[in-house]
């Protein structure tokens, strides 16, 4: 299982940007989640959706904000998105995404990509 984050970026607070996790490796029975780690703090779950694509699950600083969707295109590919809207400066740090059981949030997670730093200017 292989995953990639990407679409990362610098935003005036307000704005919006989307990020992709490009996942390999039969990921299909996974829930894949995203993370995120801002400097000097611990790595939190920020979102997380379900091996069949219909559970999601939102930290509650991010809900109504945030949106997490898949995209399965076959068993082998699939890129996993969230689009992330009004964003806040407190929405800055670097953004991984895992994949595993949602339920068990961090622990859960059996495959980390790299992340992409979200950056957001007040």
């Known amino acids: 299982v292989q995953l990639q984050a990407s679409g990362g970026g610098l935003v005036q607070a307000g704005g919006s940007l989307r990020l992709s996790c490009a996942a390999s490796?039969?990921?299909?029975?996974?829930?894949i989640g995203w993370f995120r780690q801002a400097p000097g703090k611990e790595r939190e779950g920020v979102s997380c959706i379900s091996s069949a694509g219909v559970t999601t699950y939102y930290v509650d600083s991010v809900k109504g904000r945030f949106t997490i969707s898949r995209d399965k295109r076959d068993n082998a590919k699939e890129s996993v998105y969230l689009q992330m809207n009004s964003l806040k400066p407190e929405d800055t740090a670097v953004y991984y995404c895992?994949?595993?059981?949602?339920?068990?949030?961090?622990?859960?997670?059996?495959?980390w990509g790299k992340g992409t730093l979200v950056t957001v200017s007040s």
């Open positions: 490796g039969f990921t299909s029975n996974y829930g």
């Open positions: 895992a994949a595993g059981d949602c339920g068990s949030g961090y622990y859960g997670m059996d495959y």
